[in-house]
């Protein structure tokens, strides 16, 4: 079964510019969760989506969106990136629904640097 | 609202030696508890979780934690450890019947040294 697959897996941009961010869950999987991890503030959770639905919000700012297709694949966008959005990137797939409890599984994330 | 804290942010320990990383929650409800690692550049993996039942729960390479509901923790162990598992240690923290999104604490970096 093949796991959770994100991509591109390094990118570089320049303040002012956007990003987009890709991420396919495992075979089955209807939800998606996208993380911020930063070496100052840890892994901090920005959404979750579940069957194409924004389920679950964090606290971050507009700039940061999300989509999920019918196949279940996620999507997220960075707008006038800042510096600060220097980081890596997860996304995580679970079931979402059934005897969800909480287990995610993590691509291996995908690494921006704003200059 | 849920909350992790884990107690080190760095544990050096000498390969073969025994290691405990600390991890206590705060919640108001019942919880489901997991331990993740991440290897450098790559995404986090279970190593662990506690759902109900037996307090000490076994996990994937050699590791175990034991549920103490009274102290609120959620230590992981291993009685003796390799250079392979130098990595970033998560402890994580879901309520039942809530969202179940995971609150993750901020990590512990286990360095094992020959």
């Known amino acids: 079964k093949a796991g959770v697959t994100q991509t591109p897996r390094y990118l570089i941009k320049t303040r002012g510019q956007q990003v987009t961010l890709s991420c396919s869950p495992i075979?089955?999987?209807?939800?998606v969760s996208w993380y911020q991890q930063t070496p100052g503030q840890g892994l901090q959770f920005l959404f979750e989506?579940?069957?194409?639905?924004?389920?679950n919000k964090g606290n971050f700012p507009g700039r940061f969106s999300g989509r999920q297709f019918s196949n279940s694949r996620s999507e997220m966008n960075v707008s006038t990136l800042e510096l600060g959005d220097s980081a890596l990137y997860l996304c995580?797939?679970?079931?979402?629904?059934?005897?969800?409890?909480?287990?995610?599984?993590f691509g291996e994330g995908s690494r921006l640097t704003v200059l | 609202a849920q909350s992790v804290t884990q107690l080190d942010s760095q544990v050096p320990v000498f390969e073969e030696a025994p290691v405990e990383l600390r991890c206590n929650y705060s919640?108001?409800?019942?919880?489901?508890l997991f331990w993740y690692v991440q290897y450098p550049n790559q995404g986090l993996q279970l190593l662990l979780k506690?759902?109900?039942?037996?307090?000490l729960v076994k996990g994937i390479n050699g590791f175990e934690a034991e549920f103490n509901k009274s102290q609120t923790s959620f230590h992981l162990r291993k009685p003796s450890v390799h250079i392979s598992d130098t990595a970033e240690y998560f402890c994580?923290?879901?309520?039942?019947?809530?969202?179940?999104?995971?609150?993750f604490g901020r990590g512990t970096s286990l360095i094992v040294h020959p």
């Open positions: 995580a797939s679970s079931p979402g629904t059934g005897t969800f409890t909480g287990e995610l599984f």
């Open positions: 075979s089955g999987h209807r939800s």
């Open positions: 989506y579940f069957s194409e639905t924004q389920r």
């Open positions: 919640s108001s409800v019942s919880v489901y």
């Open positions: 506690y759902l109900s039942g037996s307090t």
């Open positions: 994580a923290v879901s309520e039942p019947g809530g969202s179940y999104i995971p609150t």
